[in-house]
């Protein structure tokens, strides 16, 4: 959304620059996105001064020129070459110095240079109008007033002022503030000052009958007002009104459009003018459109409606799509002399809807969709039919026709002051919580104790709950000012019944200090994406075939990530994102909360030092066992994964669920996501996680004083059996002493047995009390022996 500045000064008195603006702007909600310079003449007219042509000769060498001397305030006079016919001694003219950039109506800009034309100095130009884009007149110099200042700015002389443009990233829940009222209120309320409201008093309703109004979807069209002007003359707008219009980017068209363009981004209220004389039968229908109804848009377009599309029809047929696009038959011309013109407040669904199925985005729409104000249409038809009365030379003959037959009330409900500091997490005094609330436009209609009863106004249309009213609080109290309190803790968990949310940003901690970075994808996803259609969550109303879906996994969200980097080159990925996943079961909907890990591309980075490495299976598997080790979850079983994601994995459980899924992503998965490469993923349960979670008290433990002995063991075992089962058996063996169980040889191949594989295998035992003697190792290695032999039919080689 684009706002201007200067614009915005006609509803509020401020002093503030246009940069302390857009920082107060950001802190109050409406984040600036971007602040640039907007000069209504290209160039702004810099650097040209007032000059005074104090002596005019004939070129010695040229009949059409002209050897001037030109006081611009400096100690000497200014020697300039000049052709205009009216160029005379004594007249005030606009001068363009050595040095200064030109920026002519048309054509590209230039420079003035000290030169000789026709053997005499130069040393500057006096300017016409089209030379410094002040018009299109190329047929002489452009003559001031006598009183002009010598010396002084062009830019002073024509009190041409720059303006600035702010482009405010609004989120969808602020249709209050898609407006320059809009984003005034708010910084009214920031400042605690009023803002200023054009008068309409002036508006005087007319006695004829105009055009009759009748609406009979209700219910699409909560209040349709519209009144009838004539005697008016289409033609181009003032300059001003261009001016505001071009600062925000919208193409002036005449004067009865530019007016109802003004309005809309003025208060937010679209408005729609028709000629008169197109609409047939003098009758306006506001109802919903015929299956396959044709109609011909602005765009020229043939489009066929539905039954669900509301239309401003006449007597015969559509003019409008409600609230989304006017008709190319019933628009304003320059041959209109009479409009009828429409202020209306839609159903933002119904918009929505329709402005979808057609495919039709426009700054109308953008503001119903998102629900406008519905007592804005009255106020809003006054002050642009007053407009039209002054810039068009137009008559309100008829009166105001406002169907409005349910009005709509105010939101009422309580809000504890008690609730707001808790939420906000400041001790904001009450009289300070009831100023800001007050100062945003919410009337306080009751008031006991520590509770009060607001009445929030229709047009904020977002803040219906006491949580609503906590955030508009904390948006204008600034959220700079709320002190982070730092928390420490000592270990993930330090309580039985752990808090989700510290577990969580531990959990971020440790992985950012791994390197993770934290990533955050948008919970649609497409169709394709999902492991099970039966059981996804699908969208009434997609805003897209590729969001029509809620995601069932975070994978695909990783995988798109992924590719979105390798595509800029940044093909080296380890991420981590903590979300939602979502299904529909028989119960109804459900939600899960998921933490996934991601990594791809080179573990190491090639370096003049080394040379680059890629990441594997077990660099993910180290960072996931190193979370469980670190939240203290014991007694997980191994599994190997399905076939669904992993071309290969793992699966941890506890007890029969599934805490964590790992593998090496299947190429079919990486082809739907366009992804190059091995890309390796973990999912977690999280909900499970933080079920399952012990009590971690960190514990001082003193180094074992005695030595710790290593053997090895190389056991013949089956293809199916996993180093998984082996560890499980030792350290069911030997519970005290054995410490550690690694795996540092597999072979498969030639001399063993079809069906065979060889696992060589170290164990670490310890006795911390004592020295072990080799009669006690023996006896561990030889029950470890016996256990695999009898368990799992391990021959020891």
């Not at 709950?465 to 904390?474: A, F």
């Not at 270990?491 to 901690?509: G, H, R």
């Not at 977690?684 to 290593?710: C, G, H, M, Q, S």
Request: aromatic share 8%; proline share 4%; charged share 25%.
């Amino acid at each position: 959304m684009t706002i201007s500045y200067n614009w915005l000064k006609n509803y509020i008195n401020t002093d503030k620059t246009p940069e302390e603006l857009s920082l107060i702007l950001t802190d109050i909600g409406l984040e600036v996105e971007l602040l640039e310079t907007v000069q209504s003449i290209p160039g702004g007219l810099e650097g040209l001064v007032v000059g005074e042509v104090k002596t005019c000769a004939q070129h010695p060498n040229a009949d059409k020129l002209k050897v001037t001397t030109v006081d611009v305030g400096r100690p000497e006079l200014l020697h300039i070459v000049c052709g205009a016919p009216n160029v005379r001694e004594g007249l005030k003219v606009i001068v363009a110095t050595v040095g200064t950039q030109c920026h002519p109506t048309t054509g590209e800009p230039f420079k003035i240079t000290k030169s000789k034309i026709r053997g005499e100095v130069s040393e500057g130009m006096l300017c016409g109008e089209d030379e410094i884009g002040l018009g299109s007149s190329h047929a002489g110099i452009v003559e001031l007033r006598a009183d002009a200042v010598v010396g002084s700015r062009v830019k002073d002389y024509f009190n041409l002022q720059d303006d600035f443009r702010y482009e405010i990233g609004l989120t969808p829940n602020r249709a209050d503030a898609a407006s320059h009222l809009g984003v005034a209120r708010d910084l009214a309320a920031y400042f605690r000052k009023p803002y200023t409201l054009t008068d309409v008093s002036a508006f005087q309703e007319g006695k004829e009958t105009g055009i009759r109004v009748d609406v009979e979807a209700v219910a699409a069209a909560p209040r349709y007002a519209g009144v009838t002007i004539s005697g008016i003359t289409v033609t181009e707008s003032p300059d001003w009104l261009k001016e505001k219009l071009n600062v925000i980017g919208i193409r002036p068209i005449n004067n009865i459009v530019d007016i109802t363009n003004y309005i809309l981004h003025d208060l937010g209220q679209p408005l729609h003018a028709f000629d008169a004389a197109k609409i047939a039968g003098n009758q306006v229908v506001v109802r919903y459109a015929n299956e396959n109804e044709p109609f011909v848009t602005l765009d020229a377009i043939e489009r066929k409606l539905s039954t669900e599309d509301l239309v401003i029809a006449d007597a015969e047929k559509p003019m409008c799509i409600a609230g989304v696009f006017g008709g190319v038959h019933s628009g304003v011309s320059e041959t209109t002399t009479s409009i009828f013109l429409e202020s209306a407040y839609f159903d933002a669904v119904s918009v929505r809807k329709t402005s979808k199925r057609h495919s039709l985005k426009t700054d109308a729409s953008f503001r119903f969709e998102r629900g406008t104000d519905p007592n804005m249409p009255l106020y809003a038809l006054k002050k642009a039919a007053l407009m039209i009365q002054e810039i068009a030379g137009g008559e309100i003959i008829s009166s105001v026709t406002d169907n409005y037959p349910n009005p709509v009330s105010p939101f009422v409900f309580p809000v504890h002051y008690g609730r707001v500091r808790q939420l906000i997490g400041a001790d904001i005094p009450n009289e300070e919580i009831k100023a800001i609330i007050e100062a945003l436009g919410i009337g306080i209609s009751e008031e006991k104790g520590e509770e009060i009863t607001v009445s929030v106004p229709a047009f904020k249309v977002d803040v219906t709950r006491e949580v609503d009213i906590i955030e508009e609080v904390l948006r204008i109290y600034g959220y700079n000012n709320i002190e982070l309190k730092p928390q420490i803790q000592s270990s993930l968990n330090t309580t039985e019944k752990p808090d989700k949310e510290v577990v969580l940003n531990q959990v971020a901690d440790l992985l950012i200090g791994n390197g993770y970075r934290e990533i955050l994808n948008n919970s649609l996803t497409k169709l394709s994406f999902v492991e099970d259609e039966q059981t996804a969550v699908r969208l009434v109303n997609p805003l897209s075939s590729d969001l029509d879906t809620m995601r069932q996994n975070l994978l695909f969200s990783a995988l798109t990530t992924v590719a979105h980097n390798q595509k800029r080159k940044n093909p080296n990925a380890k991420y981590f994102e903590y979300g939602k996943t979502y299904f529909k079961t028989e119960e109804g909907y459900q939600e899960r909360q998921n933490l996934s890990l991601c990594i791809a591309g080179d573990q190491i980075e090639e370096h003049w030092s080394s040379k680059s490495k890629k990441t594997n299976f077990y660099h993910l598997k180290a960072a996931v066992d190193t979370l469980i080790k670190r939240l203290n979850i014991p007694g997980l079983q191994v599994q190997e994964a399905d076939g669904l994601y992993f071309d290969y994995g793992l699966n941890y459980l506890k007890g029969q669920k599934t805490l964590v899924t790992l593998g090496s992503v299947s190429a079919d998965n990486l082809k739907k996501a366009d992804v190059d490469g091995k890309v390796y993923f973990a999912q977690f349960d999280w909900d499970l996680v933080i079920k399952v979670i012990r009590k971690n008290t960190i514990k001082y433990k003193e180094v074992a004083k005695f030595p710790a002995v290593r053997r090895d063991l190389s056991l013949l075992v089956s293809d199916d059996t996993t180093f998984e089962e082996l560890k499980r058996i030792a350290q069911k063996t030997e519970r005290k002493l054995l410490k550690d169980v690694q795996i540092f040889d597999v072979y498969k191949g030639s001399g063993l047995p079809e069906g065979k594989k060889s696992y060589a295998l170290n164990f670490t035992l310890q006795d911390e009390e004592k020295t072990l003697n080799d009669k006690q190792i023996d006896a561990i290695i030889k029950k470890l022996m016996l256990n695999f032999e009898q368990e799992i039919g391990a021959v020891v080689r």
